[in-house]
């Protein structure tokens, strides 16, 4: 009986969770198939999806495993430009939308899934915070490197050059040219697939594949990891395997944010997936609470909607700014203030893992 | 009787320092074994060697007749050692249950994919960590409290929270490093009943640092003396205790 009230008790609150979610969708679905939605609304609803997915994903690595990572946006332009890619190739043989976007999000997340293990494999194995460097790195060349990828294709096939020198070069029959990925101008002619629904339907996947993970033996050795690895390593813990279970995922759904935001534009550069990006993203995780996935998701939407919205407010716009900032920092004192946060707690009926605690791994062991 | 530890000049030294210099000794199994000495004197450091967090710069150590020298923590706890912490490391942000849970991981199966999409095995399998974690917690009368944050007990029950923890892999042999630090004397007391249950019940062998004497000499059958990382005594625990070289060494001349 004690057993079923603990498992209840997760369980309640991930239902909580998909409630908000469940609820936030039907009110804008409503709210657009009855034409109330601006255009700016509407034109909104992709990107919010987008982030609250990079929101989620990017918790998973800094919350629950406890690792700082500063390029998700790395990530997202992998998944951006292998679903793009893809749709582009397919688009003519696979006319139908509700197979051929599915396929472009499994391999725009696999392919950001499988960066994310060859990054991962040499940085999770060290001791330390190396990830948080080696990430922010990682973001800078896969955006350099997608700034400069030409691929084209004619009568003869593909054609790779990294470069606009070397891509002058290629000889190409005038008549079947078609470019594909056209360096820093990116790529054009994605087909518009994204829509809220496809938005929110992956942001419920995310969610359930992320907070079932965590409810589960691979995600308590994970969070293990995070409170204590000497004390994981003496239960027998694999620290590397688990590490990178937790990254690996985390870049996959990056990847499947980045197809869902790529589908929604009709070019997409890679410049768009730049530092900043990134820290907007740990923004979000920070102020929805390191390690709350329905913080994550609500600090996502409040934070994308709001300059957006304040734009719009005819002479607020000119405090726009201003107005986001004391947002950024009533929402930092709320979280760090453990009365202003119990206070809080109750009206948003938000629940948090607790705060991450500074490590403190000294160098003996005792 | 068969032996369960074996070391064999067993030393690490930390650039020139010996702290630990050839430590010999043999625990054989169901004993309860007290490795005591003053502070500094290599303790803890021994117990890095046995659970593979330090390797060992001489010597070697046996776990049922199979040495385990330069073996990884990790494979060291599936092979059949576990340890508490002196400073106590439990998952602070994690409940009781999930910190025995996390014990458990290795005994039980089940795959990230099948806890992801909820297959079957996911279900009957949690149930029965469920059941085994609160068995092991009723051992040590922490049940009632396996919702708690684990960080949010009281220190003398965070204590037996890692005990029960290291149970939880099923070893062969707990190594505790000073089990009743920071408790009063009836917890204490308490503690020790608990030790000899869990030696008797689960047929455990146990190596224990300890400060309080009183501790060791009520429960411990053996005794090894560190002082300065080599052996000053060894034998049965009244004996060792009354040895006039022991008594110098702790007194501190
Ligand atoms: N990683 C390390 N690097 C350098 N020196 C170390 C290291 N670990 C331990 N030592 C040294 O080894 C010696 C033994 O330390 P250890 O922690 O084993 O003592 P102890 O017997 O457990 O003492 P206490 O009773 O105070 O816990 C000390 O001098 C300590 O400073
Ligand atoms: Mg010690």
Same mark, same amino acid.
């Given at each position: 009986?004690?057993?079923?009230?603990?498992?209840?008790?997760?369980?309640?609150?991930?239902?909580?969770?998909?409630?908000?979610?469940?609820a936030?969708?039907?009110?804008?679905?409503?709210?657009?198939?009855?034409?109330?939605?601006?255009?700016?609304?509407?034109?909104?609803?992709?990107?919010?999806?987008?982030?609250?997915?990079?929101?989620?994903?990017?918790? /998973?690595?800094?919350?629950?495993?406890?690792?700082?990572?500063?390029?998700?946006?790395?990530?997202m332009?992998?998944?951006?430009?292998?679903?793009?890619?893809?749709s582009?190739?397919? +688009?003519?043989?696979?006319?139908?939308?509700?197979?051929?976007?599915?396929?472009?999000?499994?391999?725009?997340?696999?392919?950001?899934?499988?960066?994310?293990?060859?990054?991962?494999?040499?940085?999770l194995? /060290?001791?330390?915070?190396?990830?948080?460097?080696?990430?922010?790195?990682?973001?800078?060349?896969?955006?350099?490197?997608?700034?400069?990828?030409?691929?084209?294709?004619?009568?003869?096939?593909?054609?790779?050059?990294?470069?606009?020198?070397?891509?002058?070069?290629?000889?190409?029959?005038?008549?079947?040219?078609?470019?594909?990925?056209?360096?820093?101008?990116?790529?054009?002619?994605?087909?518009?697939?994204?829509?809220?629904?496809?938005?929110?339907?992956?942001?419920?996947?995310?969610?359930?594949?992320?907070?079932?993970l965590?409810?589960?033996?691979?995600?308590?050795?994970?969070?293990?990891?995070?409170?204590?690895?000497?004390?994981?390593?003496?239960?027998?813990?694999?620290?590397?395997?688990?590490?990178?279970?937790?990254?690996?995922?985390?870049?996959?759904?990056?990847?499947?944010?980045?197809? /869902?935001?790529?589908?929604?534009?009709?070019?997409?550069?890679?410049?768009?997936?730049?530092?900043?990006?990134?820290?907007?993203?740990?923004?979000?995780?920070?102020?929805?609470?390191?390690?709350?996935?329905?913080?994550?998701?609500?600090?996502?939407?409040?934070?994308?909607?709001?300059?957006?919205? /304040?734009?719009?407010?005819?002479?607020?716009?000119?405090?726009?700014?201003?107005?986001?900032?004391?947002?950024?920092?009533?929402?930092?004192?709320?979280?760090?203030?453990?009365?202003?946060?119990?206070?809080?707690? #109750?009206?948003?009926?938000? $629940?948090?893992?607790?705060?991450?605690?500074?490590?403190n791994?000294?160098?003996?062991?005792? | 009787?068969?032996?369960?530890?074996?070391?064999?000049?067993?030393?690490?030294?930390?650039?020139?320092?010996?702290?630990?210099?050839?430590?010999?000794?043999?625990?054989?199994?169901?004993?309860?074994?007290?490795?005591?000495?003053?502070?500094?004197?290599?303790?803890?450091?021994? $117990?890095?060697?046995?659970?593979?967090?330090?390797?060992?710069?001489?010597?070697?150590?046996?776990?049922?007749?199979?040495?385990?020298?330069?073996?990884?923590?990790?494979?060291?706890?599936?092979?059949?050692?576990?340890?508490?912490?002196?400073?106590i490391?439990?998952?602070? +942000?994690?409940?009781?249950?999930?910190?025995v849970k996390?014990?458990?991981?290795?005994? $039980?199966?089940?795959?990230?994919?099948?806890?992801?999409?909820?297959?079957?095995?996911?279900?009957?399998?949690?149930?029965?960590?469920?059941?085994?974690?609160?068995e092991?917690?009723?051992?040590?009368?922490?049940? #009632?409290?396996?919702?708690?944050?684990?960080?949010?007990?009281?220190?003398?029950?965070?204590?037996?929270?890692?005990?029960?923890?290291?149970?939880?892999?099923?070893?062969?042999?707990?190594?505790?490093?000073?089990?009743?630090?920071?408790?009063?004397?009836?917890?204490? =007391?308490?503690?020790?009943?608990?030790?000899?249950?869990?030696?008797?019940?689960?047929?455990?062998?146990?190596?224990?640092?300890?400060?309080?004497?009183?501790?060791v000499?009520?429960?411990?059958?053996?005794?090894?003396?560190?002082?300065?990382?080599?052996?000053?005594? =060894?034998g049965?625990?009244?004996s060792?205790? =009354?040895?006039p070289?022991?008594?110098?060494?702790?007194?501190?001349?």
């Amino acid at each position: 009986m004690k057993t079923l009230n603990t498992m209840n008790k997760t369980s309640k609150n991930n239902f909580i969770t998909y409630g908000i979610v469940l609820a936030i969708f039907i009110f804008c679905a409503v709210y657009i198939e009855t034409d109330m939605a601006t255009f700016l609304f509407k034109g909104l609803m992709v990107p919010i999806c987008v982030n609250v997915i990079l929101a989620v994903s990017l918790n /998973l690595t800094v919350g629950i495993l406890g690792e700082l990572s500063l390029g998700h946006a790395g990530f997202m332009c992998v998944g951006a430009f292998a679903g793009s890619f893809f749709s582009m190739m397919t +688009q003519e043989t696979l006319t139908s939308v509700w197979i051929r976007f599915p396929l472009a999000f499994i391999i725009g997340g696999l392919s950001a899934a499988f960066i994310g293990l060859l990054v991962g494999i040499p940085v999770l194995r /060290l001791r330390g915070d190396y990830l948080a460097i080696v990430t922010l790195a990682f973001c800078e060349i896969i955006k350099n490197i997608m700034n400069n990828l030409y691929i084209a294709k004619d009568i003869n096939g593909l054609h790779f050059a990294i470069g606009v020198g070397a891509y002058n070069e290629i000889e190409f029959d005038a008549a079947s040219k078609q470019v594909l990925i056209n360096g820093a101008m990116g790529i054009t002619g994605t087909p518009n697939d994204s829509n809220y629904f496809w938005g929110f339907a992956l942001i419920f996947i995310t969610l359930i594949v992320i907070l079932n993970l965590v409810n589960s033996r691979t995600g308590r050795a994970i969070m293990s990891i995070r409170d204590n690895r000497i004390a994981a390593e003496s239960v027998g813990i694999n620290i590397t395997k688990h590490k990178l279970i937790a990254f690996v995922i985390s870049a996959f759904f990056a990847g499947v944010a980045g197809v /869902l935001y790529s589908h929604n534009l009709s070019s997409v550069i890679a410049t768009k997936f730049d530092y900043n990006y990134s820290i907007l993203v740990l923004v979000f995780v920070v102020l929805g609470g390191i390690g709350s996935m329905r913080g994550s998701v609500i600090a996502a939407i409040i934070l994308t909607a709001l300059p957006e919205f /304040l734009r719009d407010i005819g002479n607020l716009s000119d405090y726009r700014m201003l107005i986001y900032a004391i947002l950024l920092i009533a929402m930092m004192l709320i979280n760090n203030n453990d009365y202003l946060h119990q206070m809080t707690q #109750g009206v948003l009926g938000k $629940f948090r893992l607790g705060k991450k605690s500074k490590k403190n791994e000294q160098e003996g062991v005792s | 009787m068969s032996v369960m530890l074996e070391t064999k000049n067993l030393g690490i030294s930390f650039g020139g320092l010996k702290a630990v210099d050839g430590l010999s000794l043999s625990i054989e199994k169901g004993q309860l074994y007290g490795l005591i000495g003053p502070n500094g004197a290599g303790k803890t450091t021994a $117990f890095n060697l046995l659970t593979g967090v330090y390797k060992p710069t001489m010597g070697n150590f046996f776990l049922d007749g199979e040495k385990l020298t330069g073996m990884s923590t990790i494979e060291i706890n599936k092979k059949g050692v576990a340890r508490t912490f002196q400073n106590i490391r439990l998952f602070k +942000q994690m409940s009781v249950l999930d910190n025995v849970k996390v014990g458990l991981h290795n005994n $039980f199966e089940y795959t990230a994919a099948e806890g992801i999409f909820r297959l079957p095995r996911h279900a009957k399998v949690e149930k029965q960590m469920n059941e085994k974690a609160i068995e092991l917690l009723d051992v040590f009368g922490l049940a #009632g409290e396996k919702d708690r944050l684990s960080s949010n007990l009281p220190y003398g029950k965070q204590r037996k929270l890692e005990i029960a923890r290291a149970l939880a892999t099923s070893p062969k042999l707990l190594l505790l490093d000073e089990p009743a630090a920071g408790m009063n004397p009836q917890e204490t =007391q308490e503690l020790m009943d608990t030790i000899r249950f869990v030696r008797d019940h689960f047929d455990m062998t146990i190596l224990l640092i300890e400060h309080d004497m009183k501790l060791v000499a009520g429960i411990c059958e053996e005794v090894t003396v560190l002082n300065f990382g080599t052996v000053l005594a =060894q034998g049965e625990t009244s004996s060792v205790l =009354q040895n006039p070289e022991v008594v110098k060494a702790y007194l501190g001349d």
